[in-house]
């Protein structure tokens, strides 16, 4: 190959990693938005504490604000810039390392950080509900942040493994994150008086500060949208994810979160990547 020749394809290399630069740009953007609106998320969570209320006959009520509601909102738009910035990405051919772990920054604060204020919130209504309730020791309520750390553990994980191209190895952060969120929507819009009250039971919050935890840091394999070909075996839990979650949406409105969140772990464990 002649010096030309040489010098030729080494220029065209660099200018099509310089535009790829250029254009990671766009991608990073969404990455930072998902961080943003993640913060949003956590100002909603801590802005107001606990409620309490004293009625004529001296029975004490403590009530999150309804303000958290409004960061499991956040949160659900944190969840679809997420999905752009990887799309966007992809269309652009703009992946970058840097991308990368600017995504698993961001996840970070917007499906760990935030949804473990949530848990630390529903904890403390749980625990100031009985009596001296309100003098309960924090130590009690530190098990919330198990969530976020096991969500970096498992974004630093995925990040350093080469196996995970068509599939996951444990419960991805956004939709551990998401399951969460869904709770104070669940609390503020269930007419079921049995959810409301699980949803007061610190037992139930223990529960799912381990199983969310454990799911993201085990090694089962969960699916993803990445297909080595596409065709209707590949497709169909995602066809049966996607039927359970417009069914059960329909009749029973945010309960559809975990019933999907479910399903998709239990197809996951059937349909093995």
Do not use: H
Request: net charge positive.
């Amino acid at each position: 190959m002649s010096n030309d020749k040489v010098k030729e394809k080494v220029e065209g290399s660099n200018r099509s990693t310089a535009d790829g630069g250029r254009l990671s740009i766009v991608p990073n953007l969404f990455t930072l938005l998902n961080l943003f609106f993640g913060c949003i998320a956590i100002v909603l969570i801590i802005q107001n504490g606990l409620m309490v209320s004293v009625d004529a006959s001296g029975q004490q009520t403590v009530e999150i604000p309804q303000k958290i509601y409004w960061a499991s909102v956040f949160i659900g738009i944190a969840a679809v810039v997420d999905f752009f910035d990887g799309f966007v990405a992809r269309l652009l051919k703009a992946s970058s390392e840097m991308g990368k772990q600017l995504d698993s920054l961001a996840d970070v604060v917007s499906f760990g950080v935030a949804p473990g204020m949530i848990v630390f919130e529903f904890l403390r209504r749980s625990f100031a509900a009985q009596q001296n309730g309100l003098d309960i020791n924090v130590i009690y309520l530190l098990p919330a942040f198990i969530i976020p750390c096991a969500g970096a553990y498992r974004l630093a994980r995925f990040n350093i493994d080469t196996e995970q191209s068509y599939g996951f190895k444990g419960v991805p952060i956004p939709a551990a994150g998401l399951l969460i969120a869904s709770f104070p929507l669940l609390y503020w819009f269930s007419n079921s008086e049995w959810i409301v009250n699980l949803l007061q039971n610190k037992w139930f919050w223990y529960a799912v500060i381990f199983v969310v935890s454990y799911l993201m840091v085990s090694t089962m394999p969960m699916m993803a949208m990445k297909f080595k070909q596409v065709n209707f075996k590949s497709l169909l839990p995602f066809i049966i994810i996607a039927a359970v979650a417009m069914v059960t949406a329909f009749i029973f409105g945010w309960l559809a979160v975990p019933v999907t969140f479910i399903a998709y772990v239990i197809l996951s464990l059937i349909f093995k990547q």
